[in-house]
Nanobody, 124 residues
Framework: QVQLVESGGGLVQAGGSLRLSCAAS????????MGWFRQAPGKEREFVAAISWSGGRTTYADSVKGRFTISRDNAKNTAYLQMNSLKPEDTAVYYC?????????????????WGQGTQVTVSS
């Protein structure tokens, strides 16, 4: 029912910036909380950031707080993750998820739909 496509990943040096995008289909985009998760090789998927369906509440993992910013543009059916001051430990595949009328939970099981992921690699 909802299709999500991530983009914007790539290779960047430590201290640099990237902006990830998650484009969603349909006119119901504004009804979904959007979350960003990441998974590094050999590690569990972890929560990064989320924004409520209304856009009025954001949540961040402690590891990215102050460096990453989640936002959404409902007119473009797109959620974003602005990543600044990137560190090598940020290297992972980043996924976006959608949670209908969600408030932005860090629990991955809350999200009904997922994108295919985009690779972020941060070099020293």
């Amino acid at each position: 029912q909802v299709q999500l496509v991530e983009s914007g990943g790539g290779l960047v040096q430590a201290g640099g910036s990237l902006r990830l995008s998650c484009a969603a289909s349909g006119r119901t985009f504004s009804s979904y909380a959007m979350g960003w998760f990441r998974q590094a090789p050999g590690k569990e998927r972890e929560f990064v950031a989320a924004i409520s369906w209304s856009g009025g509440r954001t949540t961040y993992a402690d590891s990215v707080k102050g460096r990453f910013t989640i936002s959404r543009d409902n007119a473009k059916n797109t959620a974003y993750l602005q990543m600044n001051s990137l560190k090598p430990e940020d290297t992972a595949v980043y996924y976006c998820g959608a949670d209908h009328y969600g408030l932005g939970s860090p629990g991955s099981q809350q999200y009904e739909y997922w994108g295919q992921g985009t690779q972020v690699t941060v070099s020293s």
